[in-house]
């Protein structure tokens, strides 16, 4: 069973900090793309930022420059750096994994993380 656990979020000033963590379980995490994705009250869900197996990453412009994303593989684990944080920011975070398959990409998503930034 898949299972992905985003940890880290909560309340913050503008400009402060935070570091969401989320750990998968039942993938070969070595072999995905993990992401973040982020969707806001009356808003569709977007893309943060991801980190593919080889390590190349990619950011949503709103992020560049702010967030920073990581992975480790040894702890099947990936994070996501995010400071300068501003009230836009406010969203609920969802850890992504992906990856090519035959038919149909395996895709699997966490629950979310609510992340809160006060002006």
């Given at each position: 069973?898949?299972?992905?656990?985003?940890?880290g979020g909560g309340l913050v000033q503008a400009g402060g900090s935070l570091r969401l963590s989320?750990?998968?379980s039942g993938?070969?995490?070595s072999t995905y793309t993990m992401g973040?994705?982020?969707?806001?009250?009356?808003k569709q869900r977007e893309?943060?930022?991801t980190i593919s197996a080889a390590g190349s990453t990619n950011y949503a412009d709103s992020v560049k420059g702010r967030?920073?994303?990581?992975?480790?593989n040894a702890k099947n684990t990936v994070y996501l750096q995010m400071n300068s944080l501003k009230p836009?920011?406010?969203a609920v975070y969802y850890c992504n994994a992906w990856r090519r398959a035959y038919y149909m990409p395996d895709d699997y998503w966490g629950r979310g993380t609510q992340v809160t930034v006060s002006s």
């Open positions: 069973q898949v299972q992905l656990v985003e940890s989320c750990t998968a993938i070969t995490f973040w994705y982020r969707q806001a009250p009356g893309l943060v930022a967030f920073t994303i990581s992975s480790d836009e920011d406010t």
